[in-house]
């Protein structure tokens, strides 16, 4: 399962409570954890990112009055861990699209039908020759296809 990550998750919500917290650290070391663990676009992620201490004159007024003694951003820090770890724990690892995945998918859509077909038909069949016959057929598409492929595939 994921033991490992929920331990690393756990010593995360340890570190709340040490008397020198410092958020933007803490944040940037939970938030590389989190983006190997869910990937960088989870909302789990985003929600980790996004949090900040409001020092609003109301915030302030609020905050110097006997309603809580707790600290709302590490109390709201400690839920989004909890919720991650309660995620681990239920459904396990999050499978990771394979990268070769990925590349067939952005070639789906930038590709003609045709063109695709043509190029899985080549790959999958045990031919020889596969990479100049790929390379053929990648040859006669034009130039803003193939920039708009490779960039995609580069980025994601």
Do not use: C
Not at 47 to 62: E, F, G, H, P, T
Not at 75 to 96: K, R, Y
């Amino acid at each position: 399962m994921a033991e490992k990550e929920i331990a690393l998750l756990r010593k995360q919500q340890e570190k709340l409570n040490e008397k020198s917290f410092d958020l933007e650290a803490w944040k940037s070391q939970t938030m590389l954890f989190l983006q190997r663990i869910f990937g960088a676009d989870h909302l789990i992620v985003k929600m980790i990112a996004d949090l900040k201490y409001d020092y609003s004159s109301w915030n302030l007024r609020d905050a110097t009055g006997n309603e809580k003694s707790d600290d709302p951003v590490k109390m709201q820090a400690d839920e989004v861990l909890e919720a991650a770890i309660m995620e681990l724990e239920s459904l396990g690892l999050p499978q990771q699209e394979s990268s070769a995945e990925k590349a067939w998918e952005l070639m789906e859509e930038e590709l003609t039908g045709k063109q695709y077909k043509e190029i899985r038909a080549i790959i999958e069949a045990g031919k020889k020759n596969k990479l100049a016959k790929v390379q053929e057929v990648l040859s006669k598409l034009e130039k803003e296809n193939l920039i708009s492929i490779l960039s995609r595939i580069l980025i994601s």
